[in-house]
């Protein structure tokens, strides 16, 4: 019995007179070609390929090099202004001038 693997298929269907949604569909499957043959729609079939284990769980290489990069940068500094908290600073300064900029836009419209 061949073992059941989790194989993504890319398409492209027509929800309206020219206008395409590309959707994913995953099916488990012995082989890419009878995942393909699984799906029947109008769509057409862009790629099939196996679902890796960081596409199951929403995370990626990349994402977790960046959390040891980030430990490491912050293992290094000695606790004074270390780049994570630079960078949380840096987050709310943003928040704070969108939140003052709303505010400053609404105090004029009711003027």
């Keep these: 019995m061949a073992k059941r693997i989790l ?18 569909k995953f099916y488990n499957a012995g082989s890419p070609s009878e995942a393909r043959n ?8 862009m790629w099939v390929e ?4 960081e596409k199951l769980m929403g995370v990626g ?9 980030m430990k490491e940068f912050a ?3 000695n606790g004074h202004n270390t780049l994570l908290v630079q960078l949380k600073e840096d987050e709310k300064g943003r928040y704070r001038q969108k939140r003052f900029s709303f505010l400053k836009h609404r105090g004029e419209e009711r003027s």
Excluded at 38 to 45: N, S
């Design 50 to 53: 196996k679902v890796s284990r």
């Design 75 to 77: 293992a290094e500094d």
């Design 7 to 24: 194989y993504e298929v890319r398409i492209r269907e027509e929800v309206a007179p020219q206008r395409w949604v590309k959707k994913s």
């Design 61 to 69: 290489e990349f994402f977790s090099m960046g959390n040891k990069l």
């Design 38 to 45: 699984f799906y029947k729609g109008k769509g057409h079939i």
